[in-house]
């Protein structure tokens, strides 16, 4: 008797085992350069928030790379990856024909600001359609107009402030900084959109899987307050009107 009781205690405590290692599960985060969301692989508001991700998770280890920003999404929709962020909810495009999923929790809002040539006085956010106009590589499912697609914030906003072209629509953060660092004098700027910005995942079973647990990491750092002391600098945005 005593010796079935050893045998069923260790059957217990190896099933017990078996699930543990099943439910363990190691997070790979692929994050696109874009300062100063990442900066680098140990810089950067949303590496930061990873950071505490990783601290936080239980169930295994969040580890994560940074790559250019194609390469970060092409990570995830191939499967390299579990997930990547930040990436902005196109208002005109169904979930379903998107090659990727959308996260349940949305991580911050984003104010994208039109720039202008301060001598056009006529562009304004309701008739840039009419306008030659830069947008970012891989936005382009953001506008319901036809845009250029540009590889960097510098060169468009070279282009607006000499006239090349009409305006350059980008988020405010990223934007700005590269303005003000590039102090470039004949630019104005406008208000055009705000956009969601959520995690990206695979379409699959596992990318819903991440996302709960994603949405529950997230949770906890609310509830303690390490969520909002990291994204302090771009949780609450709303639109600055300072000028060159």
Known sequence: MLKVGKHLIMAVFCFCLMLVQVEARDL???LPINPPLVESKDKGILVDLV???????KGG?????????ARAMDNVEKGKADFEMPQLVPPNISPDKLPFMFSTEKIFRVVFVLYTNKNNKDINPANVSKYKIDIMQG???LFDFKATSSPDIGSSLKKVDIGRIDGFIFAMPEGDAVLKKADLKNIKRLEYAKYDA???????VQGKEVDKILTDLIGKLKTNGKYQRIMAPILNQKFDPWQP
């Open 28 to 30: 790979k985060a692929s």
């Open 51 to 57: 950071k505490a991700m990783a601290e936080e998770y």
């Open 61 to 69: 280890r969040i580890t994560w790379e940074v790559w250019p920003p």
């Open 139 to 141: 936005m382009e499912g």
């Open 198 to 204: 959520k995690i990206v995942l695979n379409k699959s």
